[in-house]
Protein backbone atom coordinates (compact mmCIF):
# COMPACT_ATOMS: atom_id res chain seq x y z
CA UNK A 1 0.00 0.00 0.00
CA UNK A 2 2.89 2.37 0.71
CA UNK A 3 4.58 1.61 -1.98
CA UNK A 4 1.51 2.71 -4.50
CA UNK A 5 0.92 5.62 -2.46
CA UNK A 6 4.22 6.49 -3.16
CA UNK A 7 4.07 5.76 -6.96
CA UNK A 8 1.14 7.92 -7.35
CA UNK A 9 2.58 10.76 -5.38
CA UNK A 10 5.78 10.38 -7.83
CA UNK A 11 2.94 10.28 -10.84
CA UNK A 12 0.95 13.55 -9.49
CA UNK A 13 4.46 15.36 -9.26
CA UNK A 14 5.66 14.50 -12.65
CA UNK A 15 2.19 15.21 -13.89
CA UNK A 16 2.54 18.40 -12.44
CA UNK A 17 6.15 19.58 -13.64
CA UNK A 18 5.29 18.51 -17.24
CA UNK A 19 1.93 19.84 -17.28
CA UNK A 20 2.89 23.28 -15.86
CA UNK A 21 6.36 24.59 -17.43
CA UNK A 22 5.03 27.91 -16.08
CA UNK A 23 3.37 29.72 -13.49
CA UNK A 24 3.74 33.69 -13.01
CA UNK A 25 1.43 35.65 -10.86
CA UNK A 26 1.49 39.00 -10.61
CA UNK A 27 0.16 41.39 -7.77
CA UNK A 28 -0.38 44.96 -8.50
CA UNK A 29 -3.03 47.73 -7.50
CA UNK A 30 -3.69 50.01 -10.47
CA UNK A 31 -6.32 51.00 -13.18
CA UNK A 32 -5.87 48.65 -16.23
CA UNK A 33 -8.27 47.07 -18.46
CA UNK A 34 -5.74 43.98 -19.26
CA UNK A 35 -2.20 42.78 -18.25
CA UNK A 36 0.31 41.28 -21.15
CA UNK A 37 3.55 39.10 -21.53
CA UNK A 38 5.16 39.78 -24.83
CA UNK A 39 8.37 38.20 -26.07
CA UNK A 40 11.19 39.36 -28.07
CA UNK A 41 10.98 38.64 -31.65
CA UNK A 42 14.41 39.13 -33.73
CA UNK A 43 12.83 39.29 -36.90
CA UNK A 44 10.66 42.06 -36.72
CA UNK A 45 12.70 43.79 -33.81
CA UNK A 46 10.06 44.35 -31.62
CA UNK A 47 8.20 42.79 -28.40
CA UNK A 48 4.82 40.87 -29.67
CA UNK A 49 2.02 39.86 -27.54
CA UNK A 50 2.78 36.20 -25.83
CA UNK A 51 -0.01 35.69 -23.50
CA UNK A 52 -2.52 38.39 -22.14
CA UNK A 53 -5.10 38.20 -19.18
CA UNK A 54 -8.24 40.17 -18.31
CA UNK A 55 -6.60 43.08 -15.17
CA UNK A 56 -7.24 41.47 -11.67
CA UNK A 57 -5.52 42.70 -8.68
CA UNK A 58 -4.06 39.44 -8.92
CA UNK A 59 -3.33 37.79 -12.62
CA UNK A 60 -1.96 34.05 -13.17
CA UNK A 61 0.00 33.60 -16.63
CA UNK A 62 0.41 29.99 -17.04
CA UNK A 63 1.39 27.16 -19.50
CA UNK A 64 2.66 23.65 -20.36
CA UNK A 65 5.09 24.98 -22.83
CA UNK A 66 8.28 26.11 -21.57
CA UNK A 67 9.51 29.60 -21.77
CA UNK A 68 11.92 29.72 -24.47
CA UNK A 69 15.16 31.68 -22.73
CA UNK A 70 14.74 35.48 -23.67
CA UNK A 71 14.27 39.05 -22.07
CA UNK A 72 9.93 39.30 -21.32
CA UNK A 73 8.00 42.06 -20.77
CA UNK A 74 4.93 42.96 -18.57
CA UNK A 75 2.49 45.31 -20.16
CA UNK A 76 -0.45 47.14 -18.53
CA UNK A 77 -3.04 48.17 -21.85
CA UNK A 78 -0.26 49.47 -23.58
CA UNK A 79 2.01 50.85 -20.80
CA UNK A 80 5.62 48.61 -20.18
CA UNK A 81 5.62 48.01 -16.70
CA UNK A 82 8.92 45.92 -16.06
CA UNK A 83 10.94 42.94 -17.87
CA UNK A 84 12.00 39.58 -16.61
CA UNK A 85 14.43 37.04 -17.55
CA UNK A 86 14.09 33.38 -18.51
CA UNK A 87 17.34 31.63 -18.36
CA UNK A 88 16.41 28.36 -19.63
CA UNK A 89 14.12 25.98 -20.16
CA UNK A 90 12.53 24.40 -16.76
CA UNK A 91 9.76 24.97 -14.91
CA UNK A 92 9.16 28.81 -14.04
CA UNK A 93 7.48 29.84 -10.92
CA UNK A 94 7.61 33.18 -9.60
CA UNK A 95 5.28 35.72 -8.28
CA UNK A 96 5.99 39.65 -8.91
CA UNK A 97 4.27 42.16 -6.65
CA UNK A 98 4.38 45.81 -8.13
CA UNK A 99 3.42 48.97 -6.55
CA UNK A 100 4.05 52.35 -6.73
CA UNK A 101 7.05 52.56 -5.16
CA UNK A 102 8.75 48.97 -6.12
CA UNK A 103 8.86 45.32 -8.07
CA UNK A 104 9.68 42.71 -6.48
CA UNK A 105 10.36 39.03 -7.48
CA UNK A 106 9.71 36.17 -5.35
CA UNK A 107 11.36 32.76 -6.02
CA UNK A 108 13.63 34.57 -9.04
CA UNK A 109 16.69 35.91 -7.64
CA UNK A 110 17.93 36.57 -11.29
CA UNK A 111 15.22 38.93 -11.91
CA UNK A 112 15.15 40.31 -8.37
CA UNK A 113 19.33 41.14 -8.61
CA UNK A 114 18.10 42.53 -11.98
CA UNK A 115 15.90 44.98 -10.20
CA UNK A 116 18.63 46.20 -7.87
CA UNK A 117 21.56 45.84 -10.68
CA UNK A 118 18.90 48.79 -12.31
CA UNK A 119 18.60 50.92 -9.56
CA UNK A 120 22.52 50.83 -9.32
CA UNK A 121 22.74 51.82 -12.93
CA UNK A 122 20.35 54.58 -12.60
CA UNK A 123 22.37 56.18 -9.14
CA UNK A 124 25.42 55.83 -11.43
CA UNK A 125 23.36 58.04 -14.26
CA UNK A 126 22.27 60.14 -12.10
CA UNK A 127 25.93 60.92 -10.98
CA UNK A 128 27.08 61.52 -13.93
CA UNK A 129 24.61 63.72 -14.51
CA UNK A 130 25.26 66.00 -12.18
CA UNK A 131 28.71 66.11 -13.17
CA UNK A 132 27.36 67.28 -16.88
CA UNK A 133 25.36 69.73 -15.36
CA UNK A 134 28.67 70.98 -13.20
CA UNK A 135 30.80 70.91 -16.03
CA UNK A 136 27.92 73.37 -18.37
CA UNK A 137 27.75 75.62 -15.44
CA UNK A 138 31.06 76.12 -15.49
CA UNK A 139 31.56 76.86 -18.95
CA UNK A 140 28.61 79.07 -18.70
CA UNK A 141 30.35 81.26 -15.27
CA UNK A 142 33.94 80.30 -16.07
CA UNK A 143 34.38 83.95 -17.15
CA UNK A 144 34.56 84.82 -13.17
CA UNK A 145 37.63 82.27 -12.41
CA UNK A 146 40.93 82.53 -13.94
CA UNK A 147 42.37 80.04 -16.10
CA UNK A 148 43.88 78.19 -13.96
CA UNK A 149 41.18 77.56 -11.58
CA UNK A 150 38.90 76.98 -14.56
CA UNK A 151 41.14 74.19 -15.53
CA UNK A 152 41.88 72.54 -12.07
CA UNK A 153 37.68 72.36 -11.85
CA UNK A 154 37.47 70.84 -14.95
CA UNK A 155 40.28 68.34 -14.10
CA UNK A 156 38.74 67.26 -10.73
CA UNK A 157 35.63 66.47 -12.88
CA UNK A 158 37.25 64.92 -15.42
CA UNK A 159 38.65 62.43 -12.56
CA UNK A 160 35.19 62.20 -10.62
CA UNK A 161 33.88 61.06 -13.98
CA UNK A 162 36.90 58.61 -14.49
CA UNK A 163 36.41 57.30 -10.63
CA UNK A 164 32.52 56.87 -11.55
CA UNK A 165 33.32 55.01 -14.79
CA UNK A 166 35.68 52.60 -13.26
CA UNK A 167 33.46 51.71 -10.18
CA UNK A 168 30.62 51.02 -12.60
CA UNK A 169 32.35 49.11 -14.49
CA UNK A 170 33.91 47.06 -11.55
CA UNK A 171 30.13 46.43 -10.12
CA UNK A 172 29.25 45.55 -13.55
CA UNK A 173 31.72 42.78 -13.91
CA UNK A 174 31.08 41.61 -9.85
CA UNK A 175 27.74 41.31 -10.61
CA UNK A 176 28.40 39.03 -13.92
CA UNK A 177 30.49 36.78 -12.33
CA UNK A 178 27.62 36.36 -9.74
CA UNK A 179 25.28 35.54 -11.75
CA UNK A 180 27.26 33.80 -14.21
CA UNK A 181 25.56 30.93 -16.78
CA UNK A 182 22.25 33.37 -16.30
CA UNK A 183 20.86 35.87 -19.18
CA UNK A 184 21.25 38.33 -16.74
CA UNK A 185 24.99 37.72 -16.66
CA UNK A 186 25.12 37.77 -20.26
CA UNK A 187 22.95 40.53 -20.92
CA UNK A 188 25.28 43.05 -18.42
CA UNK A 189 28.58 41.93 -20.43
CA UNK A 190 26.57 42.52 -23.65
CA UNK A 191 25.99 45.90 -22.64
CA UNK A 192 29.00 46.86 -20.96
CA UNK A 193 29.83 50.42 -22.31
CA UNK A 194 32.73 50.88 -24.61
CA UNK A 195 36.11 52.36 -22.51
CA UNK A 196 36.51 56.69 -23.18
CA UNK A 197 39.55 56.20 -26.00
CA UNK A 198 42.59 58.02 -25.11
CA UNK A 199 43.22 61.26 -26.10
CA UNK A 200 45.21 60.71 -29.17
CA UNK A 201 42.59 58.74 -29.91
CA UNK A 202 40.63 61.69 -30.98
CA UNK A 203 43.20 63.45 -33.48
CA UNK A 204 41.28 62.23 -36.19
CA UNK A 205 37.90 60.70 -37.54
CA UNK A 206 39.41 57.75 -38.62
CA UNK A 207 41.23 56.88 -35.41
CA UNK A 208 38.25 57.33 -33.27
CA UNK A 209 35.56 55.41 -34.88
CA UNK A 210 38.42 52.50 -35.86
CA UNK A 211 38.91 53.17 -31.56
CA UNK A 212 35.15 52.42 -31.17
CA UNK A 213 35.09 49.41 -33.89
CA UNK A 214 38.00 47.72 -32.27
CA UNK A 215 36.19 47.91 -28.48
CA UNK A 216 32.21 47.36 -29.47
CA UNK A 217 31.82 43.92 -28.68
CA UNK A 218 34.73 43.69 -26.06
CA UNK A 219 32.80 42.11 -23.46
CA UNK A 220 29.93 40.28 -25.79
CA UNK A 221 29.35 36.67 -24.55
CA UNK A 222 29.07 35.77 -28.45
CA UNK A 223 28.37 31.96 -27.45
CA UNK A 224 25.06 32.86 -25.54
CA UNK A 225 22.25 32.41 -28.29
CA UNK A 226 19.63 33.43 -25.38
CA UNK A 227 20.53 37.18 -26.16
CA UNK A 228 18.95 36.40 -29.47
CA UNK A 229 15.65 36.87 -28.02
CA UNK A 230 16.61 40.08 -27.04
CA UNK A 231 16.62 43.67 -28.43
CA UNK A 232 20.55 43.85 -27.88
CA UNK A 233 21.81 41.92 -30.44
CA UNK A 234 19.68 44.24 -33.17
CA UNK A 235 20.96 47.79 -31.39
CA UNK A 236 24.66 46.31 -31.40
CA UNK A 237 24.62 45.38 -34.90
CA UNK A 238 22.36 48.90 -35.74
CA UNK A 239 25.64 50.95 -33.82
CA UNK A 240 28.23 48.96 -35.74
CA UNK A 241 27.06 49.50 -39.38
CA UNK A 242 26.68 53.36 -38.50
CA UNK A 243 31.00 52.94 -37.49
CA UNK A 244 31.59 51.08 -40.45
CA UNK A 245 30.16 53.98 -42.48
CA UNK A 246 32.59 56.33 -41.32
CA UNK A 247 35.19 54.86 -42.01
CA UNK A 248 36.93 53.70 -46.05
CA UNK A 249 36.68 50.93 -46.82
CA UNK A 250 40.54 49.78 -46.38
CA UNK A 251 39.78 50.58 -42.06
CA UNK A 252 36.38 49.47 -42.03
CA UNK A 253 36.31 45.85 -43.63
CA UNK A 254 39.25 44.30 -41.54
CA UNK A 255 36.67 45.00 -38.38
CA UNK A 256 33.63 43.34 -40.56
CA UNK A 257 35.29 40.17 -40.78
CA UNK A 258 36.40 39.76 -37.37
CA UNK A 259 33.12 39.78 -36.32
CA UNK A 260 31.89 38.19 -38.58
CA UNK A 261 33.98 35.40 -37.50
CA UNK A 262 32.98 36.16 -33.83
CA UNK A 263 29.86 35.19 -34.86
CA UNK A 264 30.51 32.12 -36.07
CA UNK A 265 30.21 30.53 -33.22
CA UNK A 266 26.35 30.15 -33.77
CA UNK A 267 25.12 29.96 -36.82
CA UNK A 268 21.73 31.46 -36.09
CA UNK A 269 23.61 34.82 -34.19
CA UNK A 270 25.83 34.94 -37.75
CA UNK A 271 22.62 34.65 -39.81
CA UNK A 272 21.49 37.24 -37.56
CA UNK A 273 24.09 39.27 -38.06
CA UNK A 274 24.52 38.83 -42.41
CA UNK A 275 20.86 39.49 -42.76
CA UNK A 276 20.77 42.62 -40.89
CA UNK A 277 23.97 44.00 -42.52
CA UNK A 278 22.83 43.05 -45.87
CA UNK A 279 19.84 45.17 -45.71
CA UNK A 280 21.96 48.49 -44.91
CA UNK A 281 25.03 48.04 -47.03
CA UNK A 282 23.17 45.60 -49.96
CA UNK A 283 19.51 46.16 -50.54
CA UNK A 284 18.40 48.27 -53.24
CA UNK A 285 16.49 50.41 -50.94
CA UNK A 286 19.13 51.48 -48.70
CA UNK A 287 20.47 55.12 -48.81
CA UNK A 288 23.70 53.58 -46.79
CA UNK A 289 24.42 50.76 -49.37
CA UNK A 290 28.03 50.08 -49.36
CA UNK A 291 29.22 48.03 -52.25
CA UNK A 292 32.87 47.27 -50.86
CA UNK A 293 31.70 46.22 -47.37
CA UNK A 294 28.70 44.20 -48.84
CA UNK A 295 31.16 42.38 -51.30
CA UNK A 296 32.99 41.65 -48.39
CA UNK A 297 30.68 40.19 -46.62
CA UNK A 298 29.87 38.20 -49.41
CA UNK A 299 32.92 36.40 -50.27
CA UNK A 300 32.57 35.66 -46.01
CA UNK A 301 29.51 34.08 -46.28
CA UNK A 302 30.96 31.87 -49.52
CA UNK A 303 33.98 30.85 -47.33
CA UNK A 304 32.02 29.82 -44.83
CA UNK A 305 30.77 26.36 -44.84
CA UNK A 306 27.92 26.53 -42.29
CA UNK A 307 26.53 28.51 -44.94
CA UNK A 308 23.87 26.41 -46.83
CA UNK A 309 23.71 25.57 -50.44
CA UNK A 310 20.69 27.61 -50.77
CA UNK A 311 22.14 30.97 -49.13
CA UNK A 312 25.16 30.29 -51.06
CA UNK A 313 23.62 30.33 -54.51
CA UNK A 314 22.03 33.26 -54.06
CA UNK A 315 25.13 35.29 -52.38
CA UNK A 316 26.88 33.77 -55.50
CA UNK A 317 24.53 35.59 -57.97
CA UNK A 318 24.87 38.20 -55.37
CA UNK A 319 28.45 38.92 -55.44
CA UNK A 320 28.29 38.38 -59.45
CA UNK A 321 25.83 41.37 -59.63
CA UNK A 322 27.64 43.31 -57.13
CA UNK A 323 31.18 42.79 -58.76
CA UNK A 324 29.45 44.24 -61.84
CA UNK A 325 29.95 47.72 -63.01
CA UNK A 326 31.35 48.91 -59.81
CA UNK A 327 32.38 52.67 -59.63
CA UNK A 328 35.50 53.67 -61.96
CA UNK A 329 34.73 50.10 -63.89
CA UNK A 330 34.01 50.68 -68.00
CA UNK A 331 30.22 49.89 -68.27
CA UNK A 332 29.33 47.92 -70.35
CA UNK A 333 28.57 48.88 -74.21
CA UNK A 334 25.01 48.15 -75.85
CA UNK A 335 22.93 49.20 -78.54
CA UNK A 336 20.45 51.42 -78.89
CA UNK A 337 17.59 52.44 -81.73
CA UNK A 338 16.59 55.90 -80.88
CA UNK A 339 13.02 58.35 -81.41
CA UNK A 340 14.30 59.22 -84.62
CA UNK A 341 15.20 56.18 -86.21
CA UNK A 342 19.08 55.95 -85.89
CA UNK A 343 20.54 53.56 -84.19
CA UNK A 344 23.40 53.45 -82.34
CA UNK A 345 25.25 52.41 -79.06
CA UNK A 346 26.28 53.77 -75.69
CA UNK A 347 29.72 54.26 -76.94
CA UNK A 348 28.99 56.26 -79.76
CA UNK A 349 26.93 59.21 -77.44
CA UNK A 350 29.19 62.24 -76.39
CA UNK A 351 28.30 64.05 -73.23
CA UNK A 352 30.56 65.04 -70.06
CA UNK A 353 27.53 62.69 -68.13
CA UNK A 354 25.58 60.46 -69.23
CA UNK A 355 22.31 59.93 -66.83
CA UNK A 356 21.34 55.88 -68.24
CA UNK A 357 17.57 55.72 -66.56
CA UNK A 358 16.74 52.66 -67.38
CA UNK A 359 12.75 51.87 -67.29
CA UNK A 360 9.74 50.45 -68.12
CA UNK A 361 7.23 53.57 -69.38
CA UNK A 362 4.21 52.49 -67.20
CA UNK A 363 5.36 51.16 -63.93
CA UNK A 364 4.12 53.30 -61.16
CA UNK A 365 7.61 53.63 -59.30
CA UNK A 366 9.16 54.89 -63.15
CA UNK A 367 6.04 57.14 -63.46
CA UNK A 368 6.61 58.70 -59.82
CA UNK A 369 10.36 58.78 -60.66
CA UNK A 370 10.07 61.00 -64.20
CA UNK A 371 7.62 63.33 -61.71
CA UNK A 372 10.50 63.73 -58.91
CA UNK A 373 12.81 64.82 -62.04
CA UNK A 374 10.89 67.31 -63.21
CA UNK A 375 10.99 69.29 -59.65
CA UNK A 376 15.30 68.84 -59.33
CA UNK A 377 16.89 71.97 -60.15
CA UNK A 378 19.95 71.72 -60.35
CA UNK A 379 19.43 68.14 -62.41
CA UNK A 380 17.65 70.55 -64.76
CA UNK A 381 20.50 73.26 -65.06
CA UNK A 382 23.37 70.17 -65.46
CA UNK A 383 20.67 68.90 -68.77
CA UNK A 384 20.77 73.19 -69.81
CA UNK A 385 24.32 73.88 -69.46
CA UNK A 386 24.91 69.99 -71.53
CA UNK A 387 27.17 69.07 -68.98
CA UNK A 388 24.85 66.13 -68.20
CA UNK A 389 22.87 64.41 -70.69
CA UNK A 390 19.50 62.14 -69.60
CA UNK A 391 18.62 58.96 -71.61
CA UNK A 392 16.09 56.67 -70.90
CA UNK A 393 16.45 53.08 -71.68
CA UNK A 394 13.56 50.66 -72.91
CA UNK A 395 14.88 47.13 -72.65
CA UNK A 396 12.04 44.68 -73.18
CA UNK A 397 10.82 43.22 -76.44
CA UNK A 398 8.17 45.46 -76.86
CA UNK A 399 8.22 47.81 -79.17
CA UNK A 400 4.65 48.96 -79.50
CA UNK A 401 4.84 49.83 -75.55
CA UNK A 402 8.23 52.37 -76.28
CA UNK A 403 6.70 53.89 -79.10
CA UNK A 404 3.37 54.57 -77.12
CA UNK A 405 5.83 56.15 -74.58
CA UNK A 406 7.31 58.35 -76.97
CA UNK A 407 4.18 59.23 -78.18
CA UNK A 408 2.69 60.18 -74.85
CA UNK A 409 5.09 60.65 -72.09
CA UNK A 410 8.76 61.55 -73.65
CA UNK A 411 10.38 64.34 -71.97
CA UNK A 412 11.45 67.20 -74.27
CA UNK A 413 14.67 67.39 -72.96
CA UNK A 414 15.84 63.37 -72.33
CA UNK A 415 17.18 61.70 -75.37
CA UNK A 416 15.28 58.42 -75.27
CA UNK A 417 16.34 54.83 -76.96
CA UNK A 418 15.14 51.25 -76.80
CA UNK A 419 18.16 48.39 -76.63
CA UNK A 420 16.13 46.79 -79.68
CA UNK A 421 18.08 43.25 -79.08
CA UNK A 422 17.20 43.00 -75.88
CA UNK A 423 21.00 42.02 -74.96
CA UNK A 424 21.15 44.29 -71.48
CA UNK A 425 18.62 42.12 -69.94
CA UNK A 426 19.22 38.78 -72.15
CA UNK A 427 23.11 38.88 -71.23
CA UNK A 428 22.17 40.48 -67.91
CA UNK A 429 24.66 43.65 -68.39
CA UNK A 430 23.12 45.62 -66.30
CA UNK A 431 21.30 44.88 -62.77
CA UNK A 432 17.85 45.37 -63.58
CA UNK A 433 16.20 43.31 -60.98
CA UNK A 434 14.62 47.13 -59.45
CA UNK A 435 13.33 49.10 -61.82
CA UNK A 436 13.72 52.04 -62.44
CA UNK A 437 17.38 51.81 -62.02
CA UNK A 438 19.79 55.05 -62.84
CA UNK A 439 22.99 54.65 -63.54
CA UNK A 440 25.71 57.87 -64.07
CA UNK A 441 29.19 57.18 -66.42
CA UNK A 442 31.25 60.10 -67.30
CA UNK A 443 32.59 61.05 -71.11
CA UNK A 444 34.67 57.43 -71.18
CA UNK A 445 31.72 55.37 -70.23
CA UNK A 446 33.38 55.03 -66.78
CA UNK A 447 31.24 54.52 -64.21
CA UNK A 448 30.57 57.59 -61.59
CA UNK A 449 27.34 56.19 -59.83
CA UNK A 450 25.55 52.93 -59.93
CA UNK A 451 22.15 52.30 -58.48
CA UNK A 452 21.19 55.35 -58.07
CA UNK A 453 18.42 55.93 -55.86
CA UNK A 454 15.67 59.30 -56.51
CA UNK A 455 16.72 60.73 -53.30
CA UNK A 456 20.23 60.82 -54.21
CA UNK A 457 20.09 61.84 -57.80
CA UNK A 458 19.83 66.00 -57.07
CA UNK A 459 22.79 65.35 -54.58
CA UNK A 460 24.60 63.99 -57.42
CA UNK A 461 24.16 66.39 -59.83
CA UNK A 462 25.18 68.96 -56.67
CA UNK A 463 28.38 67.33 -56.48
CA UNK A 464 29.55 66.67 -60.81
CA UNK A 465 28.46 70.65 -61.06
CA UNK A 466 30.85 71.67 -58.34
CA UNK A 467 33.62 69.07 -59.86
CA UNK A 468 33.08 70.97 -63.40
Request: some cysteine.
Amino acid sequence: MKQLIRILILLFCSYSVVGQSYHITVNSEFQADSLHIKSYNNKEHQYQAFQSQPYQKQVVFKGTAPLTPGIYVIEADSVMLLEFFISDIRVEKFTIDINQQNVKFKGSPENQANRDFIKKMQNYDLKMQQLDQRFKELKSGGQTLSQEALQLAVDSLTQQAELIRKDKLAYQRKTATAYQGTLFSSVIQATMEIPSPPVEYYKSKTTYYKYLLDHLFDYYPWRDDRLLNTPIPHNKFQFLAQILLQLEAKDAIPGLIEYLDQSKKSSELYSLLFDHLENIFGSYKSLLKDEDLYIAMLEHALANPAVDEVKRERYRFELDIAQRNRKGSQAPDFNILLKNGDTTSLYKMEAPYLLLLFQLPDCPACVDLRVRMESMDQLKLNIKSGLVKVVTLFYEENEAAWRNYLNKSAHPDYLHGWNYDTKVLSENLYDLRITPMMILVDANKKVVAKDVLPAQLEQLMIDIAKKN
